[in-house]
C-alpha cells in the first residue's frame, strides 16, 4: 500500500520553471472526490537565497535527485526525484537565484 501511495504522490507533481518564477503543483483532484489533497506552491527567482542538490550513488547514475530551494522570505520548496538536479540548479541560478555566498560575493564588489 506505502509503494503505490508514493507512486501515486510521484505521479500527480508537476513542476514547472520559468524566467520569473517556479511551482510546484502536487494532489488529483476528480469530479466527486478528492484523492490527494490538491497543494500549489510558487516562488519568484528573485527571492532564492539558497538551492541545494542531494544525489545518491544511483541517482547520480540515473540522473535524478532531490532539490531544496530556500527563498529570502523563509518559504521552502522541495522538488523530488526529478530528472538532472545539478542542472535544474544552473537554471535556477541563472534566471535570478543564487547562493547566499554569491549574493555576498556581488556586494563586496
Known amino acids: 500500500m506505502a509503494i503505490v501511495a508514493q507512486m501515486l504522490?510521484?505521479?500527480?507533481?508537476?513542476y514547472l520553471v520559468t524566467t520569473g518564477e517556479?511551482?510546484?503543483?502536487s494532489g488529483i483532484v476528480s469530479d466527486r472526490f478528492l484523492l490527494y489533497p490538491l497543494n500549489f506552491t510558487?516562488?519568484?527567482v528573485d527571492e532564492i537565497v539558497n538551492i541545494q542538490t542531494?544525489?545518491?550513488h544511483l541517482g547520480r547514475f540515473f540522473e535524478y535527485g532531490n532539490?531544496?530551494?530556500s527563498a529570502s522570505d523563509n518559504a521552502i520548496l522541495f522538488f523530488e526525484y526529478?530528472?538532472?538536479p545539478i542542472e535544474f540548479k544552473?537554471?535556477?541560478r541563472s534566471n535570478g537565484g543564487s547562493t547566499e555566498t554569491e549574493k555576498a560575493k556581488s556586494t563586496e564588489s
Open 82 to 84: 526529478i530528472q538532472d
Open 22 to 25: 517556479i511551482y510546484r503543483k
Open 42 to 44: 510558487s516562488l519568484d
Open 67 to 69: 532539490v531544496l530551494i
Open 9 to 14: 504522490r510521484w505521479y500527480s507533481t508537476e
Open 90 to 92: 544552473g537554471f535556477a
Open 54 to 56: 542531494n544525489q545518491g
